[in-house]
């Protein structure tokens, strides 16, 4: 009898870090109870809050949001440094993410290039 080996596919297990318990907003962003809104900077600039990113490694990211424009610019920052900059981002995307440096999160920033507003409904890692 030979012997049978089996591949394994490792399933991420997704995790939302989206509300106002787990980022405070930048300059022209505001939580309205349940979302994300830009009021017409064009731009949501979260930075962290709490303790939750301490160690925090995920693999992948994923945004929801209501952008009528179509892409994103989505950046990912980490120890004040840019750890993803991906300026065609599609809103429910999945986006690998690089901790190699073992940086935590410190911000992210989602901007479309027109100044209307827009909302951020779901911000998803996965692990």
């Known amino acids: 009898m030979g012997i049978i080996a089996l591949a394994t596919h490792r399933v991420p297990v997704w995790t939302s870090y989206f509300d106002n318990t787990n980022w405070q907003p930048g300059s022209g962003t505001t939580w309205d109870?349940?979302?994300?809104?830009?009021?017409?900077?064009?731009?949501?600039?979260?930075?962290k809050l709490g303790t939750w990113y301490l160690g925090f490694r995920p693999?992948?990211?994923?945004?929801?949001?209501?952008?009528?424009?179509?892409?994103?610019?989505?950046?990912?920052?980490?120890d004040h440094f840019?750890?993803?900059?991906?300026?065609?981002?599609?809103?429910?995307?999945?986006?690998?993410?690089d901790f190699s440096g073992g940086e935590d999160i410190d911000g992210l920033v989602m901007r479309?290039?027109?100044?209307?507003?827009?909302?951020?409904?779901?911000?998803?890692?996965?692990v």
Request: glycine content about 10%; hydrophobic content about 35%.
């Open 59 to 78: 693999t992948h990211i994923r945004v929801t949001a209501t952008n009528n424009e179509g892409t994103i610019d989505l950046q990912v920052n980490a």
């Open 82 to 97: 840019t750890i993803l900059d991906d300026e065609s981002y599609q809103p429910g995307d999945i986006v690998a993410l």
């Open 112 to 126: 479309i290039p027109t100044d209307f507003s827009w909302e951020c409904t779901d911000i998803e890692f996965a």
């Open 33 to 47: 109870g349940s979302q994300w809104v830009s009021n017409g900077s064009g731009g949501i600039y979260l930075y």
